[in-house]
């Protein structure tokens, strides 16, 4: 059974960074989409970034200019480096991987933005 792992969360500083590693521990048929989703306590979950497999991606508004989402290919992995961070980043970040024969999601991992 494939599984998404999520690394790199933690505690920061505000105006400080982390970068979020998601590797596929299995093979994975055909992944197109790849993405980041973020879920503060109270609210729903969100999109951060997406990255197509030919690289075009897509930002939230508020990530805009802070957050650049990234992929290897060939190690079936997509990372978020997240710059300046804000205490309203805080918040649970999942990846996403769309492919052919479905959806896969991470089980998330913790940011948390200390002010």
Same mark, same amino acid.
């Given at each position: 059974q494939v599984q998404l792992v999520e690394s790199g969360g933690g505690l920061v500083q505000a105006g400080g960074s982390l970068r979020l590693s998601c590797a596929a521990s299995g093979s994975i048929f055909s992944i197109n989409a790849m993405g980041w989703y973020r879920q503060a306590p109270g609210k729903q979950r969100a999109l951060v970034a997406t990255i197509t497999s030919g690289g075009s991606t897509n930002y939230a508004d508020s990530v805009k200019g802070r957050f650049t989402i990234s992929r290897?290919?060939?190690k079936n992995t997509v990372y978020l480096q997240m710059n300046s961070l804000k205490p309203e980043d805080t918040a649970v970040y999942h990846c996403?991987? !769309?492919?052919?024969? !479905?959806?896969?999601? !991470?089980? !998330?991992?913790?940011?948390?933005?200390?002010?």
């Amino acid at each position: 059974q494939v599984q998404l792992v999520e690394s790199g969360g933690g505690l920061v500083q505000a105006g400080g960074s982390l970068r979020l590693s998601c590797a596929a521990s299995g093979s994975i048929f055909s992944i197109n989409a790849m993405g980041w989703y973020r879920q503060a306590p109270g609210k729903q979950r969100a999109l951060v970034a997406t990255i197509t497999s030919g690289g075009s991606t897509n930002y939230a508004d508020s990530v805009k200019g802070r957050f650049t989402i990234s992929r290897d290919n060939a190690k079936n992995t997509v990372y978020l480096q997240m710059n300046s961070l804000k205490p309203e980043d805080t918040a649970v970040y999942h990846c996403k991987f !769309g492919a052919y024969f !479905g959806e896969y999601w !991470g089980q !998330g991992t913790q940011v948390t933005v200390s002010s």
